[in-house]
């Protein structure tokens, strides 16, 4: 510190200098810092850049900065910052410094760009609340968790709730694309599942507007995959912390179709398709929503007891048929992927978006497999993912990747016996579910189901936890067209990518 800079050093600034890693604070100056300093000295991770607790209380890291406004002097800047409550919480401050090394009329631009190398400095957010979501809890965490965040970061917010069901298929279908960077759906995955369909039923199959917005969700539903599985949180406050900080990336969707001739119908899914225990669960339950994520396992228990089996008509187009393949798969993909991280996004046109399979009256391709009736006459699960964490206790696809072109099918028969299905269950927490021998586990490129179900109960089709008609469809990727908030552009660790 030169003599000059102590002369003028002012005792109601706290005195700090910027290093290679974010804001240090002077000894002198510890007293500024008033809020309560976390006692862990574990890693602050959730699937962002580590933030080390450790050194919190006399560094701020660049990446905890969320905006920086420019003070009376050149030397004088207040941070707004976040810093770690819990593992899985933050909380809002701000500290008026004066900086010892750096003198310069854009040190305010200076700080902010360190803090948002990854994304979008106030970034243009349209936010779509379903007061709905969350067993009607969506708007008060909006109002109490999300908007303060979001106010902080001097984000631009344009606020829609939605009206009625399908209401943000039809804002994305009409909106002016051009006003936003982010769609941030303040729900559970069904808002994200509607919004994207709603790009995909625009004149250009959404091409347009999956180059310009990210679609990404805020967790404010039973719901919260897409949350859990990019932001590393069912925290709506943490989430938004980091989806702002967030790197934009190319995410694989899924192209849904059913009916053929004029009744054929594509949709999109971003997170799964679903048949057998888990759908009738999941949609089963339905009646059981008060109770929130629990209905779910009540659902699956009872399902799997009574030895349910849901017979089909499968064929698919597989990537790896070997379980072994599927590690070097993600080890490949990942190496790749790390190479890529600095290129620009590819940009995605109408063609990207056309499905390309055969219509459901006609044969599947010849290099397609038709699954033996040995497993498809007793098959109780069959689940295809595309990304890790259905809730916060299932990596239900530890193996799943944002762009590897490929999704994973997830099967089980109900050969399985009582213990051994619920050993499988139980081992679904931590991801390891799928190295069990009686758990089919494939990258697949395609598939067609064709459910065969005789029994007159109500059964379901899932997609993305969404109703679908209980009816034959045939699933196939469409690599890299939406462009989703990644942490450093992954999703957030598995027991497969750890
Ligand atoms: N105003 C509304 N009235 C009725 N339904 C609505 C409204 N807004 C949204 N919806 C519907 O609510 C459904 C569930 O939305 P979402 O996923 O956000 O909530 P959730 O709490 O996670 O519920 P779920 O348990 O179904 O996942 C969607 O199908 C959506 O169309």
């Known amino acids: 510190m030169s003599s000059e800079r102590l002369i003028y050093a002012r005792n109601d600034l706290a005195q700090v200098t910027i290093d290679d890693h974010g804001v240090k604070i002077s000894e002198q100056s510890l007293w500024a810092v008033d809020h309560e300093v976390p006692s862990s000295n574990s890693l602050f991770c959730c699937g962002g850049q580590p933030i080390p607790i450790k050194t919190f209380h006399d560094h701020i890291p660049f990446r905890n900065i969320i905006y920086v406004d420019p003070g009376a002097n050149d030397d004088e800047v207040t941070l707004t910052y976040v810093y770690p409550t819990s593992k899985d919480s933050i909380k809002l401050a701000t500290l008026e410094v004066q900086v010892q090394n750096y003198n310069n009329n854009k040190l305010s631009e200076y700080i902010l760009d360190k803090a948002y190398t990854n994304h979008i400095i106030r970034p243009s957010v349209l936010v779509l609340v379903n007061p709905h979501g969350g067993q009607g809890k969506a708007v008060s965490i909006y109002e109490n968790e999300i908007y303060p965040i979001l106010k902080a970061a001097r984000a631009k917010v344009t606020l829609e709730e939605t009206k009625y069901q399908t209401h943000a298929t039809d804002i994305a279908k009409e909106l002016d694309i051009s006003k936003y960077d982010i769609i941030a759906c303040c729900s559970g995955d069904g808002i994200p599942h ?75 899914s971003f997170l799964t398709q679903c048949y057998g225990i888990i759908a009738d669960s999941d949609i089963g339950t339905e009646h059981l929503r008060w109770m929130g994520p629990v209905r779910f396992q009540i659902g699956i228990a009872q399902k799997v007891f009574s030895g349910a089996k849901y017979p089909c008509e499968l064929y698919v187009n597989f990537l790896t048929k070997d379980k072994r393949e599927i590690i070097n798969h993600v080890e490949t993909h990942m190496q790749l992927s790390s190479s890529q991280r600095d290129e620009e996004l590819p940009v995605v046109t109408a063609d990207n978006l056309a499905v390309t399979g055969p219509d459901l009256d006609q044969p599947v391709p010849d290099n397609w497999a038709h699954i033996s009736a040995e497993i498809t ?117 598995t027991c497969f990518t750890r």
């Not at 625009?202 to 995959?225: H, Y």
């Not at 109900?414 to 679904?428: G, H, N, Q, W």
């Open 194 to 268: 509607e919004v994207i369909n709603g790009f995909f039923a625009r004149e250009d199959k959404g091409a347009e507007a999956f180059n310009k917005i990210a679609v990404t969700q805020l967790p404010c539903g039973s719901g919260n995959a897409l949350s859990l599985s990019t932001h590393g949180s069912n925290n709506a406050g943490m989430a938004t912390f980091q989806m702002l900080k967030a790197k934009r990336t190319k995410l694989d969707l899924m192209a849904v179709t059913q009916g053929s001739g004029p009744a054929k119908k594509t949709k999109l």
């Open 377 to 493: 006459d007793n098959l109780n699960i069959l689940y295809v993912g595309k990304m890790p964490y259905i809730s916060d206790s299932a990596q239900f696809f530890p193996a799943a990747l944002p762009n590897d072109g490929s999704m994973d099918m997830v099967m089980t028969d109900s050969k399985a016996s009582f213990m051994e299905t619920t050993s499988i269950m139980l081992s679904v927490e931590e991801g390891t579910h799928v190295h069990n021998d009686k758990v089919k586990h494939a990258k697949v490129l395609g598939y067609r189901l064709i459910p065969k179900v005789n029994d007159r109960t109500k059964h379901y089709i899932s997609v993305d936890g969404e109703e679908f008609p209980f009816e034959a469809l045939q699933v196939e990727v469409l690599p890299g067209v939406l462009t989703g908030l990644l942490q450093d552009g992954s999703y957030v660790e």
